[in-house]
């Protein structure tokens, strides 16, 4: 069983351009969540996602970002007109379908540089 | 709303020795606490997790927790640390709901000298 895959792992754009950054969860995984990772901080959550919903996004900017889960493909975590303040590490999360208790496991990451 | 400290940023210990890597947390509901290790440029890998049940919870590689209420601390052990323990340690809680987003703390570099 594959784990989490993000693509792509490196992306460098230049300031005013769009990031578009993947998420395939594992199999038979139905919630997404995004983390981003500036330099010398932990991990801030961004959106949790199900399949063609969002549940909260209470951590993604006003502005710019926007992120979605198609009933089908990978999920898509969108940046326009990207800052340099948006270089960081991007990881993607899935976990099973509700139950007690859901763990969530992450993928290595997407490292975006604004130039 | 939870949150999570980290009272060390780095941690330096010789290869062998034991080492405490420090979490408290602070939240207004039960909560699950998570330890996660990143190796450089991979994401997190789940150490242990504290669901409910008993306070000393033992993970993978060596390590273990306790947690510990009315401290409101997590702190992770090891008792003798190899090179390869060589990594960022993050501390995490989540609400008991079930699926709930992970707060992290701002994570330990533990290094390892030979």
């Given at each position: 069983n594959a784990g989490v895959m993000q693509n792509p792992r490196h992306l460098v754009r230049r300031r005013g351009q769009e990031a578009r950054?993947?998420?395939?969860?594992?199999?038979g995984h139905s919630h997404v969540y995004w983390y981003r990772q500036l330099p010398e901080e932990?991990?801030?959550?961004m959106v949790y996602l199900q399949k063609e919903n969002i549940i909260d996004e209470s951590g993604m900017p006003k502005e710019r970002f926007s992120a979605e889960f198609p009933k089908e493909g990978p999920s898509i975590l969108r940046i326009q007109q990207v800052v340099r303040g948006d270089s960081a590490a991007y990881f993607c999360a899935s976990s099973p379908p509700l139950g007690f208790y859901n763990e969530q496991f992450f993928g290595?990451?997407?490292r975006l540089?604004?130039? | 709303a939870q949150?999570?400290?980290q009272l060390d940023s780095q941690v330096p210990v010789f290869e062998e020795a034991p080492v405490e890597l420090r979490c408290n947390y602070s939240s207004s509901v039960s909560v699950y606490l998570f330890w996660y290790v990143q190796y450089p440029n991979q994401g997190l890998q789940l150490l242990l997790k504290y669901l409910s049940g008993s306070t000393l919870v033992k993970g993978i590689n060596g390590f273990e927790a306790e947690?510990?209420?009315s401290q409101t601390s997590f702190h992770l052990r090891k008792p003798s640390v190899h090179i390869?323990?060589?990594?960022?340690?993050?501390?995490?809680?989540s609400g008991s709901g079930?699926?709930?987003?992970?707060?992290?703390?701002?994570?330990?570099?533990?290094?390892?000298?030979?």
């Open positions: 950054l993947r998420c395939s969860p594992m199999k932990g991990l801030k959550f290595p990451g997407t540089t604004v130039l | 949150s999570v400290t947690f510990n209420k390869s323990d060589t990594a960022e340690y993050f501390c995490a809680v079930g699926s709930e987003k992970l707060v992290f703390g701002k994570g330990t570099k533990l290094t390892v000298n030979p």
